[in-house]
């Protein structure tokens, strides 16, 4: 993770309260004392500068609490996120398809693992993350608790979760924080990658029989409103929007966002040869973009209290996976303990060498699509 | 084509194995390579199985008793340490058969060379893997133990010698492949602390019959799993 690239700039503007405040330190609520001031008043000017936030930094308590609540969420959610695709690894209709999509599930868990690091720089731990993941203390995309029940529905989170997730994420590669808007740098041209392939997939599929078209339709019925509720909760309900606004860590609203993926969907829709399950979905020309019907908000908010279809499954086996790694974990802390006492022992295994294998995927997909 | 098959088959099979892991490893950088290991040897399955024929046809359509990976390669998963297992004994194999067939000038001189790269991280993969189980706690020392017993009697079928790659040409020495494998899995063995398992390897109810058709119960329902939408679809493209 290049976390140091745009440091120097940043450090410049903010210049003495750095030298006095250091990382990670965490000025009192209500302190009023001059050096506080002065911090405050160099981070707002950063913002409003446009200028990148480093992790040597100083930042409000806020600000930082808010990246690592949202940091944790994006990556649990990209680990999550593997289940419901892995579930068709195995049964993949050819292997050209199967390739993709192993290298697509791998380049989640490289997604999980770039962003895990960013937020880590914070002053978090994956585990800690992990940890409270685990123990639902901390939130994933709710769209992953959905099932995938057809092969089409690979194809379907391809062309909406990976797009709606990308016209989400493509502003953030502008987030005032500097290792977040890096990491979304390189997975944003990784989700495009999976945008084109799901959206690829389904083509195949609707130009197929008509078994395959009615696969295909199927899987988009399912998957469409999901979809679009990825954006979060109306502006006039959105909690969190407004700081975030200010502080550049988000930059447009959720409404604003839904209403420009309906507008990339539909036309796509009408290529790929399929509906969209929502008849009030019609040009507008006043706004220059469409209007669509109305979101059922209620099953938004059952999903997100833990009643969607998958919930309960999604959680449990990440939760098994984590338990029946650890001696696995254990193992290899306790094998870098005996064999290189002098060291910093890695955190976790293997990571220098499976780092350096991520980006592969790409080009396996490359060469076997 | 026979050979081909057989190498491909091993691939094959051996990649969808793997891909049984995706979001079960027990850590994330784990799934990663893990995927990695199992996307190389997609890549090198489509490009042996496609010198026999349509790569999907030979995947999705054969029946279990036309397939000719080696036994080893079918057997489930189990925990982490039976994989490495797997893994250890295969791409072990796997990269001194390649490296042998590279230096040849037989038909898989060039996708071996090609192959052989992939091929030596999998097998550094798994060495630092048993390294790190076998020395770690002993609960891991237990577990890589456990998976090296079990799994060693379905390695005495590698090394009979495959169709079509037993000539001197090929450049392939089945006994020396052979002595090389043992030499080279035992070195990694001790030095993991681990002992390198007694039982027989081949005969009587060993393994030895992969290559020839014959498979183990797990495979029936792997391959049942692989092919059923494939089969279901018949005609279809995808
Ligand atoms: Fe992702
Ligand atoms: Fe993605």
Redesign the interface.
């Given at each position: 993770m290049a976390a140091v690239t745009a440091h120097q700039t940043t450090q410049k503007t903010l210049g003495t309260a750095n030298a006095a405040g250091g990382a990670g330190s965490t000025a009192a609520a209500g302190e009023t004392d001059a050096p506080a001031a002065d911090h405050l008043a160099a981070f707002d000017a950063a913002v409003a500068a446009d200028e990148r936030i480093e992790p040597r930094d100083w930042m409000p308590d806020a600000y930082r609490a808010t990246l690592i609540r949202q940091m944790a969420q994006h990556a649990h959610s990209e680990i999550i996120g593997m289940q419901p695709e892995a579930n068709w690894i195995t049964r993949a209709p050819s292997l050209r398809r199967k390739a993709i999509l192993m290298a697509k599930v791998q380049d989640e868990a490289g997604h999980g693992l770039y962003l895990y690091s960013a937020a880590e720089t914070l002053g978090t731990s994956r585990e800690e993350l992990l940890d409270k993941l685990h123990a639902g203390r901390q939130r994933y995309s709710s769209i992953f608790n959905y099932p995938t029940l057809t092969w089409a529905d690979v194809g379907a989170i391809g062309w909406l979760v990976d797009g709606a997730a990308i016209t989400n994420q493509v502003p953030l590669c502008r987030c005032s924080y500097g290792p977040y808007a890096r990491a979304m740098v390189r997975i944003c041209k990784e989700e495009s990658f999976h945008q084109r392939q799901g959206y690829e997939l389904l083509l195949a599929l609707s130009r197929g029989t008509e078994a395959q078209h009615a696969m295909a339709q199927d899987a988009v019925n399912r998957w469409w409103w999901p979809s679009l509720m990825m954006f979060g909760p109306p502006d006039d309900a959105s909690s969190h929007s407004e700081q975030s606004m200010a502080w550049k860590i988000k930059r447009h609203s959720n409404d604003e966002l839904r209403r420009r993926f309906v507008d990339i969907c539909v036309p796509q829709a009408e290529a790929l040869g399929l509906e969209l399950p929502d008849p009030d979905i019609r040009w507008n020309e006043e706004l220059g973009g469409h209007d669509f019907g109305a979101i059922d908000w209620s099953e938004f908010q059952e999903v997100l209290k833990g009643n969607g279809p998958c919930n309960d499954q999604r959680i449990s086996q990440r939760r098994r996976a984590h338990e029946e790694g650890a001696w696995v974990r254990d193992a290899a802390a306790a094998y870098a303990a005996k064999h290189a006492p002098a060291q910093t022992s890695p955190r976790t295994p293997a990571s220098a060498s499976a780092s350096a294998q991520t980006s592969a995927s790409a080009q396996h997909v490359e060469e076997t699509a | 084509m026979s050979a081909a098959l057989a190498l491909g088959d091993d691939a094959?099979v051996l990649s969808?194995r793997l891909?049984?892991w995706?979001?079960?490893?027990?850590?994330?950088?784990?799934?990663?390579?893990l995927?990695?290991i199992?996307?190389?040897l997609?890549?090198q399955?489509?490009v042996l199985?496609s010198l026999v024929g349509d790569?999907?046809e030979l995947?999705?359509l054969r029946e279990e008793r036309a397939f000719r990976n080696l036994q080893l390669v079918e057997q489930p998963n189990g925990?982490?340490a039976h994989t490495i297992a797997r893994q250890l004994y295969f791409s072990v194999y796997q990269h001194l058969l390649y490296e042998r067939l590279a230096a040849g000038d037989g038909e898989f001189a060039g996708l071996a060379a090609k192959a052989v790269k992939e091929v030596a991280?999998h097998r550094?993969?798994a060495e630092?893997?048993v390294?790190?189980?076998g020395?770690?706690?002993e609960?891991?020392h237990g577990?890589m133990q456990s998976g090296l017993d079990t799994l060693w009697r379905f390695t005495g079928e590698m090394f009979q010698p495959v169709e079509g790659l037993d000539s001197p040409e090929s450049g392939v020495d089945w006994q020396v492949l052979e002595s090389s494998w043992l030499a080279a899995v035992t070195d990694v063995v001790e030095r993991a602390t681990l002992t390198v398992p007694a039982g027989p390897r081949s005969g009587g109810w060993a393994a030895g019959a992969g290559r020839q058709g014959l498979h183990t119960e797990p495979f029936g329902r792997m391959i049942a799993?692989?092919q059923?939408?494939?089969r279901s679809?018949p005609?279809?493209?995808?």
């Amino acid at each position: 993770m290049a976390a140091v690239t745009a440091h120097q700039t940043t450090q410049k503007t903010l210049g003495t309260a750095n030298a006095a405040g250091g990382a990670g330190s965490t000025a009192a609520a209500g302190e009023t004392d001059a050096p506080a001031a002065d911090h405050l008043a160099a981070f707002d000017a950063a913002v409003a500068a446009d200028e990148r936030i480093e992790p040597r930094d100083w930042m409000p308590d806020a600000y930082r609490a808010t990246l690592i609540r949202q940091m944790a969420q994006h990556a649990h959610s990209e680990i999550i996120g593997m289940q419901p695709e892995a579930n068709w690894i195995t049964r993949a209709p050819s292997l050209r398809r199967k390739a993709i999509l192993m290298a697509k599930v791998q380049d989640e868990a490289g997604h999980g693992l770039y962003l895990y690091s960013a937020a880590e720089t914070l002053g978090t731990s994956r585990e800690e993350l992990l940890d409270k993941l685990h123990a639902g203390r901390q939130r994933y995309s709710s769209i992953f608790n959905y099932p995938t029940l057809t092969w089409a529905d690979v194809g379907a989170i391809g062309w909406l979760v990976d797009g709606a997730a990308i016209t989400n994420q493509v502003p953030l590669c502008r987030c005032s924080y500097g290792p977040y808007a890096r990491a979304m740098v390189r997975i944003c041209k990784e989700e495009s990658f999976h945008q084109r392939q799901g959206y690829e997939l389904l083509l195949a599929l609707s130009r197929g029989t008509e078994a395959q078209h009615a696969m295909a339709q199927d899987a988009v019925n399912r998957w469409w409103w999901p979809s679009l509720m990825m954006f979060g909760p109306p502006d006039d309900a959105s909690s969190h929007s407004e700081q975030s606004m200010a502080w550049k860590i988000k930059r447009h609203s959720n409404d604003e966002l839904r209403r420009r993926f309906v507008d990339i969907c539909v036309p796509q829709a009408e290529a790929l040869g399929l509906e969209l399950p929502d008849p009030d979905i019609r040009w507008n020309e006043e706004l220059g973009g469409h209007d669509f019907g109305a979101i059922d908000w209620s099953e938004f908010q059952e999903v997100l209290k833990g009643n969607g279809p998958c919930n309960d499954q999604r959680i449990s086996q990440r939760r098994r996976a984590h338990e029946e790694g650890a001696w696995v974990r254990d193992a290899a802390a306790a094998y870098a303990a005996k064999h290189a006492p002098a060291q910093t022992s890695p955190r976790t295994p293997a990571s220098a060498s499976a780092s350096a294998q991520t980006s592969a995927s790409a080009q396996h997909v490359e060469e076997t699509a | 084509m026979s050979a081909a098959l057989a190498l491909g088959d091993d691939a094959l099979v051996l990649s969808h194995r793997l891909g049984e892991w995706a979001g079960h490893a027990p850590v994330l950088e784990e799934e990663v390579a893990l995927a990695n290991i199992a996307l190389d040897l997609l890549g090198q399955a489509r490009v042996l199985l496609s010198l026999v024929g349509d790569e999907d046809e030979l995947a999705y359509l054969r029946e279990e008793r036309a397939f000719r990976n080696l036994q080893l390669v079918e057997q489930p998963n189990g925990d982490f340490a039976h994989t490495i297992a797997r893994q250890l004994y295969f791409s072990v194999y796997q990269h001194l058969l390649y490296e042998r067939l590279a230096a040849g000038d037989g038909e898989f001189a060039g996708l071996a060379a090609k192959a052989v790269k992939e091929v030596a991280y999998h097998r550094d993969h798994a060495e630092q893997w048993v390294l790190r189980l076998g020395d770690g706690t002993e609960e891991s020392h237990g577990r890589m133990q456990s998976g090296l017993d079990t799994l060693w009697r379905f390695t005495g079928e590698m090394f009979q010698p495959v169709e079509g790659l037993d000539s001197p040409e090929s450049g392939v020495d089945w006994q020396v492949l052979e002595s090389s494998w043992l030499a080279a899995v035992t070195d990694v063995v001790e030095r993991a602390t681990l002992t390198v398992p007694a039982g027989p390897r081949s005969g009587g109810w060993a393994a030895g019959a992969g290559r020839q058709g014959l498979h183990t119960e797990p495979f029936g329902r792997m391959i049942a799993e692989m092919q059923h939408l494939h089969r279901s679809h018949p005609g279809a493209s995808w």
